[in-house]
């Protein structure tokens, strides 16, 4: 049996970014796995309720993924608001998700507060990027699935190369 792959919504071209937006990844593996029904896909902020679109959100204090889910950290939105918890109940969905369809692997869109795998951004809504993993990809990590970002679907495909 071929490994499931979790994937972010928006690279699927599903509009669900905070800005109402998609990020398509445009790349003939994605069509080739979706037809062998390997993807499932997920938003985890749209699972865990929040609205599209939404004020973009941030990892307080140059702070990480991990931190958060060890409530070392907080999710505030530019606007000042609180959203630790939706990013906690997301990433818990997702979790959920990969357990229960045997998502081996995850490939997330990079820079997201919860997607985010190589980098990050650092909580003061400047650009400034980091090194890190947002919420959802750390509970995922955590779990012993192996999480891609956008950028490295090449290493992806070798990792299921036969």
Known sequence: MQSKILVSACLMGHAVRYDGRAKPLLHPVIETWQAEGRLVTICPEMSA??????SPA?????ATG???????ARVVELT???VTAAFLQAAENAVALARQTGCRYAL???????CGSGFIYDGTFSGRRQAGNGVTAAA????GVEVFSDGEIGQLIGRLAP
């Open 49 to 54: 309720g929040m609205p599209v679109p939404r």
């Open 58 to 62: 941030e990892i307080a204090g140059a």
């Open 66 to 72: 991990e931190e958060v889910l060890a409530g070392r």
């Open 80 to 82: 000042g608001g609180d």
């Open 108 to 114: 997330l869109i990079d820079g997201s507060p919860s």
């Open 140 to 143: 995922l990590k955590a779990a």
